[in-house]
Nanobody
Framework: QVQLVESGGGLVQPGGSLRLSCAVSGFTLRSTAMRWYRQAPGKERELVAGISSADGSTGYADSVKGRFTISRDNAKNTVYLQMNSLKPEDTAVYSC?????????WGQGTQVTVSS
């Protein structure tokens, strides 16, 4: 059974940092790319970052480039999103995603709120 479980969200002041985790079960990270998305109230879901399965290459939305870092720990089968220099506009529900064997899998999401 495939499961993606996010954790690490919370309330943080502008300029602060958070690290999100996405623990994966049911397949290994070596078998597919992983992505982080976010959705703010009243807005469309936005692709934030992705990491490939083959060589670990990464890509980022322009809005987070230079502030966010996606990484993976194959031994723990977990993907991370390190978020630094957070801004109020980063407030959203963050979800990890995998497209594996033609099926899209999503975690339940974790709320990130950036506010003073």
């Amino acid at each position: 059974q495939v499961q993606l479980v996010e954790s690490g969200g919370g309330l943080v002041q502008p300029g602060g940092s958070l690290r999100l985790s996405c623990a994966v079960s049911g397949f290994t990270l070596r078998s597919t790319a992983m992505r982080w998305y976010r959705q703010a109230p009243g807005k469309e879901r936005e692709l934030v970052a992705g990491i490939s399965s083959a060589d670990g290459s990464t890509g980022y939305a322009d809005s987070v480039k230079g502030r966010f870092t996606i990484s993976r720990d194959n031994a723990k089968n977990t993907v991370y999103l390190q978020m630094n220099s957070l801004k109020p506009e980063d407030t959203a529900v963050y979800s990890c995603n995998a497209h594996w064997r033609s099926i899209d899998y999503w975690g339940q999401g974790t709320q990130v709120t950036v506010s003073s």
